[in-house]
Nanobody, 118 residues
Framework: QVQLVESGGGLVQSGGSLRLSCAAS????????MSWYRQAPGKQRDMVAR????????NYADSVKGRFTISRDIAKKTVYLQMTSLNSDDTARYYC???????????WGQGTQVTVSS
């Protein structure tokens, strides 16, 4: 029932910016924490940003703090990840995730590739 579809990835120069979108369906944001994860080949999938179900609290990985911003548009049922000051370490496939506030099943999108050129 829950479906997450990421878009907005692509090739960007070091120091540039990019905004990822996650179109969500089959869920109510009030009952899900929304997160962005990323995974590079041969590495773990790690959380980079989280937005609480209330929309009032955000958390960021230290590696992206101050550069990435997670937000949502309830009317459009879309979660965004605004990325600035990108560097080669940000190259990864980025995934949108929805986590029920009752700690139920975690949902995932298919991911979108972000490649930062040096």
């Amino acid at each position: 029932q829950v479906q997450l579809v990421e878009s907005g990835g692509g090739l960007v120069q070091s120091g540039g910016s990019l905004r990822l979108s996650c179109a969500a369906s089959g869920l109510a944001f009030d009952w899900y924490d929304m997160s962005w994860y990323r995974q590079a080949p041969g590495k773990q999938r790690d959380m980079v940003a989280r937005l609480s179900s209330s929309g009032e609290t955000t958390n960021y990985a230290d590696s992206v703090k101050g550069r990435f911003t997670i937000s949502r548009d309830i009317a459009k049922k879309t979660v965004y990840l605004q990325m600035t000051s990108l560097n080669s370490d940000d190259t990864a496939r980025y995934y949108c995730s929805a986590i029920p506030t009752n700690r139920g099943f975690q949902h995932w999108g298919q991911g979108t590739q972000v490649t930062v050129s040096s």
